[in-house]
């Protein structure tokens, strides 16, 4: 059974999910979604949400415990298949149902189907009521689409003005769009904005090193070669004078 998650190991969650490539970042923060916020969810309102749907619900988290995701076997993906197709079904306006199709599209991007994950996460964002389970779903759908090439619809999906307390995370996806875009003056602003609002006391030291590998003055429409080529330079030029002055001062 899955017991409640501490602020302390919230905290860690967190931390690990942006230790993760852009697959692997997404399906932690499906799978950490469906698991701290789902689970409170089932236990917090399964009264409002009707003793079926929580139920369902409850044999895909049992599924979810009894190993990592990516360790499931094809049986128990079946199963949780079945069940979340029976939660969409009966159950569409209900949270369990898009805590589901999270699931589901985490399993669809460790299989590399990326079209299947936007389907699910596509229809798990028209479904929610729940305004911090709208913002877990634009960023993990953002991440899709940004890995599909949309970036123009994934941008669109994380450019918001009240992120509901999601200031860090929906900065740094901005900033990650930016950067696959050559707008790295952008990029660097939006990481800045995603470091200021990271929860004090924390680190994060995959934000600091994306911020660090773009220069104070990079513009936007740069390409990373000319960034990597234009740094160099100026350490040469730098060398030069410095030779030069000690030339001059030579007796």
Known sequence: MVE???????AEALKKWLNENLPSLLGSIV???A??????????????????????????????DISPLEEISEENKNR???????????YKDSVYSQFAAM?????AVDANQLDK??????????QTSEEPVEMVIRQSLARVLLAEGNVDEALKLVDVKDTKGFNSSMAEIRGDIYKSQGKFASARQAYQQALQAFPEGLSNPVLEMKLSDIPLDAVDGATEEMMEVTE???????????????DGEAP
């Open 35 to 64: 698991i701290v916020f789902g689970y409170q969810y089932w236990q917090d309102s399964a009264r409002e949400e009707g003793e079926a749907a929580s139920a369902i619900y409850q044999q895909i988290v049992e599924i979810v």
């Open 4 to 10: 409640h998650f501490s602020e302390e190991e919230q």
């Open 31 to 33: 799978l950490a979604l």
């Open 232 to 246: 160099p330079s100026g350490e040469i030029e730098q060398d030069q004078s410095q030779s030069e002055q000690s």
């Open 103 to 107: 699931l589901m599209a985490k399993l």
């Open 117 to 126: 994950a936007r389907v699910e996460l596509e229809w798990a964002l028209k």
């Open 80 to 90: 949780l298949a079945d069940l979340s197709a029976s939660l969409k079904q009966e």
